[in-house]
């Protein structure tokens, strides 16, 4: 049971009921980026290990920390604030700021070298931005410079599909 505080969406439930005190998990689920289906198992799994504790009132099931979980938190925060090590900040913050969007743009580009280089659009290129348009049509970006490099994306793929078929 350990294991669920090592895990992402563990330590990140952990750390958003020590900073809002009790939560639903629709609330969190939203915060955390989580499926309710997912954060339901890992709360559960901390209420059976006593670091949650949750209280229903009507329909809604609200999640606490206990005072395990509280020393817990403590404990992950100043975990948290003793990492110094700067290449690792640095990765991280370099992962953290390249989303989905800013790789699918990467990756047409590669596609677009791929097609100054041979001449013409492959069939492999074909069905790797068909797949880039796919994943790019689910998103769902809140932000209006997100908003945009999505609509530059689908904009650049149909004018590579479309270049084609001319």
Do not use: C, W
């Not at 290990?49 to 809604?60: A, C, D, L, P, V």
């Not at 979980?69 to 948290?80: D, P, Q, V, Y």
């Not at 003793?82 to 596609?111: A, F, Q």
């Amino acid at each position: 049971m350990s294991k669920l505080i090592f895990q992402k969406i563990g330590t990140g439930l952990i750390l958003y009921l020590n900073e809002k005190k009790n939560s639903n998990i629709s609330e969190i689920g939203r915060n955390l980026q989580a499926s309710y289906s997912h954060l339901f198992n890992v709360a559960k799994g901390l209420e059976e290990i006593e670091i949650i504790k949750s209280e229903k009132t009507g329909r809604e099931k609200k999640l606490i920390l206990t005072e395990k979980g509280l020393r817990i938190a403590k404990l992950i925060e100043e975990i948290k604030a003793n990492i110094e090590d700067k290449d690792y900040k640095e990765s991280e913050e370099k992962y953290m700021l390249t989303g989905k969007l800013e790789r699918y743009n990467l990756r047409i580009n590669k596609v677009l070298d791929e097609i100054e280089e041979k001449g013409k659009v492959l069939p492999k290129s074909a069905r790797v931005l068909g797949r880039i348009k796919y994943l790019t049509l689910k998103t769902r970006p809140k932000d209006i410079e997100k908003v945009q490099l999505r609509h530059e994306i689908l904009k650049n793929i149909e004018s590579i599909i479309g270049g084609e078929k001319n």
